[in-house]
């Protein structure tokens, strides 16, 4: 096999013509990762990242020779503490029978590359307290455990699902309602 720093591995932007090689990669990811999303969600999640141009963030196809292995989808934000835009590494999957090559590293490496092109002044992602062996890849690659901090999350859109409304009903849509605009 090639060496992954040769042009046989390419990181290639997935667009909405993508789908049908997409959606298996992401289903075995979170399969893998034991994330409870039907296809149809899924697709509905994927789909403004694949969007040219997107302001939300980007999905790259990686590419061995002719054949796709895995996938990366990095989504932007902003920070004050590092001063500038940054991003997330949201989903990294490459095929079980490709992992152990090098590929992970130099599409890491790439992404970087890429990420810091693009203006990004820092790049996060989050790893499974026990993927030692993830762990140990991000590590070589710079990213640091910021042990001071934990992420945590609370999910809206599906909270507010079976939330009830002002009216005291639920919403049911999954989607907000009103003007969008903070309550006072």
Request: aromatic share 8%.
């Amino acid at each position: 096999m090639k060496g992954p720093q040769e042009p046989a591995l390419a990181l290639v932007p997935a667009g909405l013509a993508d789908t049908g090689l997409l959606l298996p990669l992401v289903r075995a990811y979170h399969e893998f990762e034991h994330v409870s999303l039907r296809d149809g969600e899924r697709l509905d999640a994927i789909a403004p990242l694949l969007a040219e141009d997107s302001d939300l963030g980007r999905i790259w196809l990686i590419r061995l020779q002719d054949r796709v292995v895995g996938y990366l989808a990095l989504c932007f934000g902003y920070s004050i503490e590092f001063a500038g835009g940054d991003a997330f590494v949201d989903e990294l999957f490459i095929e079980e029978a490709f992992r152990g090559r090098g590929i992970g590293t130099a599409v890491l490496a790439m992404v970087k590359d890429r990420a810091a092109g693009m203006g990004i002044a820092a790049l996060h992602l989050e790893v499974a307290r026990d993927n030692d062996r993830a762990r140990r890849l991000y590590g070589r690659l710079g990213f640091e455990n910021r042990e001071r901090f934990q992420l945590m999350s609370c999910r809206l859109i599906r909270a507010l699902e079976s939330a009830p409304t002002e009216s005291g009903a639920p919403t049911g849509s999954g989607a907000p309602t009103g003007s969008g605009a903070p309550a006072t």
